[in-house]
């Protein structure tokens, strides 16, 4: 049964040293757990075995197989053996199985073995399965990690020699062991017999000595395989089943970014023959079909994404002006994620959309006149231009058509951004590629005035838009501007990558420009004419009520060149300019001879693709997501969709093998000749952050797809891609019947996306049995280890009893709250402490230190006798999100280590080399058959009130005789507003007892502590100065746990001297520093003009403070920076002045003397702190 709970905790810390040592143990020492006997609840048993696992790194079960189970199994093995199923496995992996001695032969125990109740192996393998199920839910509070998966079970022979030849490692093969040692972290070993052997583990370091355990049958041992190396040995032949349990590794988010680990020496040989293994296939294999039939689908898809064979052509650099302000690509970026909507209706500045709308078509002449779509998206600003940036005339740029001007800018950015500047880019041979519009500036009303003479033939020529940018530039390349209207960006795309090609090179490199700008009315009328535009304002692409398309203006560049230069004879990469994509293939063709003029081509579409994919060399299989051109036209997008599927995916396959297909246009409108490289812009973000961006406006899919039995999609989400880097296709197309398709490679960019990093320090074992290393010269004490706590206020540090080599032991007797909190001392020096890594740190956790006690002070081991409970319910019949109490069930979680008030407790501190732990156990009395808590004295501790009327100084609390457990003080209020108390224990700040919210003003309020965590959280009393209350505190056991409960009573009043209703009616201030270790408050006092409080330098030394109004901790006065000078402006009252103080003694006239800190008030509130020089 799968279970949730709901707390967890452990702490650890790796060192290092030099030293090894061999350490061997009987099997008698060995077990730490029993089925039978430990698993009553499935939850604390497998608890246990990760506290294990944490604390040593292997846990030793007695597996609970009787000799008639084990014959059972043994029987089924030699069945194994008759029939020939034991191989001999891959030499490359048996130091990841169970070494050469240990995995001599194998067999893979089938899956379906676990369902068939016949098969004694295949009942082992569900035990197993069971096990890995209830340590899931306990692995990522222990570990920090989830069990998503285990691999299969491995039938291992050891101890018996073979002359079977070992198995060879193909990379189908390689990449399956690879996966399971990539991401193994336990392994669970089920000792079968006949024989008895030893396992040997050592930590893959270079310091930790070997740790041999002795086996027997039916002994289970999990170890944690990717901090251990492992190797068993027997004298004769023995059989161990064994399988991985493994971490989550599925999805794309957690590969990028969840915490992952440094691969164990198996996983890394494994690597580098999967890679070299991969470049062989790519380099001898000439087809697709041929490396699939050999490889497999997963080794294709690695391999042609590691290894590319087709069109090499690298996408140095981008820039974009397009609408919804995407002038930069993190501004379309922000567009493309955040699922913005860019249209907009047509902007007064171009023309006035009244003239022309209509909202259905006119009958008539007049029709010509209207439209009826009134939406597009539209540059901002596109009226602005620096002529003189680009050498050009205040003449020529009056009248230069903005089509121009905006690919001269976006031109400049996208080759800036590729690394190149003015001064590389005159006399380079770069090719120039655009596609280009028509041109709409001859249809508008901009006046040729007469300073533009002759310029104006140039200045609104489309035939110039290409030109323009190599003679501004001084580019020698060849230079083109294609005009196939929604094909013509992508054409240049592919013209661009064409002329890079090593083998028919025409430029070193190349820009590929596409441009459009909206200008006039008399464009919208023809296309409304037509039939083409949506009468809805918006592209509903891949919609069942798509209607057509809205225009968009814009201009988008990419920078190409070669991605291997030759050089002596070798091919080496250019990793000077930046590489943000590949180009591995595109390709144009033409629809031909079709139904019309407009008609769509299923067959040349597909022809078109196979084209792509032979230029690119790569699977169908390979590409995971397409920009189609989808034009929301129903019976175009229908065609267009269904020939992309029929060409990427075969019908039948597998559903893991989807494509997912988005439009661009869907957000930006068809921008005409620069759609193409609008949708390559897109996929290049895309790519860059691992994700498909979604469609907009898809409600419902056209319903004229067919797409039955299909593995596709169309992306309304952004979906994560596969893997870290991913191949996109691009479609698009001519009203003529031009046709253009690219694909594009590219992979998350770590920049942008945080990758998943390797983690050096995993969660260390905590105290390695085999030891090894050597502890630091100040790491050691020179007389003893002492031990100090709660239970002597932490003033009274004790040495510990040396009971065997690097075995340090003391008794603790618990308290009356049945916990106790201790660190260890060196030498009784408060400033060599050893301690855990965090507050209240539980038992068998390593021990950091020695640290000076200001630093370690709230770190500190917690001996825990109160019974602690998890609520568990079952994950497989009960909805998580709707779970009621009678669905839960609570479990005790630490009945080892639970015990009452008296209860007497061992404490050990086990120092091995460069390994410590502090460990505990509760001390018994009696025969074996029949053990008692020992028992001792309990130590009952003072109790003391502090609060506001009393200056925060402590009021002992009176322990009432007829009463056992209450104790009471009686206070009397000095405070217009009452008064705020704590109650503290032996005058320790650590052990404040404080309620559960703070300011509580009912005694039926829960009452938390003693611990140090009640610093701002206060009691407030309610009542007039002279008021005399009687605050009682009772201490109630029940069921073996100690709760405290808190009340007061008003006795009666007593009239104040009017010195003192003066004093009550005025704020007071405390002073909190390092004076006082931030713990003990100082009270200023009052001089009649200002709170004063004196302070005593020493040369070289510095004081820090804050200021508490009331000596409230939630009334905090502080600078507004750390280490606040004089004359720094103060903020507060209030509980935000973390880390934020004056200092005094920063500045050179402030190295020594006594000064004077004063608080000015006005009208009663705090206004300026000084101080000054006495």
Known sequence: MAQVWLQASVFGMASKGKSKAVKKVEVSEIVDLSEGKDDANPYVFSEEILKSLLKKGYCVIDGGLSEVALGEILGEVKQF???GRFERPPDEVVEGLLGPGGSVRIVTVEPEAQEDDNSPIGRLDRKMLDMAGNMEVLSQQYFGFDLSTRSPSYLLEAGAGTEMPPAALDAKGCMSWLNIFQWHRFMCIFFLGPASGTLELQP??????????????GLCIVVRADVLAHRFSAGSPSYTLSSFFMQVNSDAEMRRKQTNFPPVPVAQSLDRWFSNSMREMRETIETQEQLEA????EVTRLTNHMYHRGQQIAIRGCACRFGAQSSTEACMQTVLFSGCDAAECIPFMRWDNELYFRTEPQDGYMVRDTYTCSHGTFIEGIELFDHKFFGLSVNETRGMDPSQRTMLETCYETCYNSGFRKPTLMRSHMGVYTGGPAGELEWTWVPKSAESGALASTSGSPAILSNRISYTFGMNGPNYLMDMESASSLLAFQQAVDCCLPQRPQADSAIALGVDSILHPQVYMRLCWAGLMSTRGRCMSFDHTADGYIRGEGCGGVHVNPLLNEVDGEFIMDDRLPIIGIASGAYCNNSGKTASLTAPSGNMDQELIAGALKRAEISPLDVECIDPHASGSLLNDAVEVTALVKSYRAHGLAGEEMLGMS???????????????????????STAFGHMISS??????????????VPSFFASDHVPDRMNSAFYGISAKGIGGSNAHAIVWGKVDSKRVSEHASVLIREPISYWPGGGGELEDDAAPNRNYTIVGSWCSWSDPQPMEQESKGV?????VLGEHAFERFQIWLDGDLNKVL????????NDTPVYGPDKSADSESMHWMINGQPQYVALFDRGSTDALAVVEKDLQWVQVNKKDAGSPGDVYHIQLCVNGQYRLVTWEKVTEGSEGVLVPARGSVPVGKYYVTGSWNDWSYTEMTADASSEGLFYAEVQLMRESGGTFNIVRDQDERQTIYPQVPYANADDVAVLGPDEHGRAYYWWLTGKPGDRVRIELRRVSEEGSVSMKMAWQRLGSEKLSAEQLHAASRSQFYIVGTLGRWKKRHKMAWNGTCFVFEYALRIGNTESFQILMDGDWNLMLYPLAEDGAKGSAMKGPDEFGQGKYWTIGQSQDERSGRFEVQLHCWQGRPAKLTWVRK
Request: charged share 20%; with cysteine; glycine share 8%.
């Open 696 to 709: 907009a406006h898809l409600m419902r899919v056209n319903p004229h797809m067919l797409l039955d039995d």
């Open 204 to 217: 893959l370091d270079d310091v930790s000595g070997t740790h041999s355990i002795p086996t027997r049958p």
């Open 294 to 297: 050999l490889a497999g689908r």
């Open 663 to 685: 439009a661009v246009k869907s957000i930006y409108g068809n921008c005409k000749p620069a759609a193409g490289i609008l949708a390559v812009l897109k996929t290049l973000i």
């Open 835 to 842: 301690h855990p890594k965090c507050a209240d740190g539980p």
């Open 808 to 812: 340090y032991g003391y008794k603790v």
């Open 81 to 83: 053996h008759d029939v």
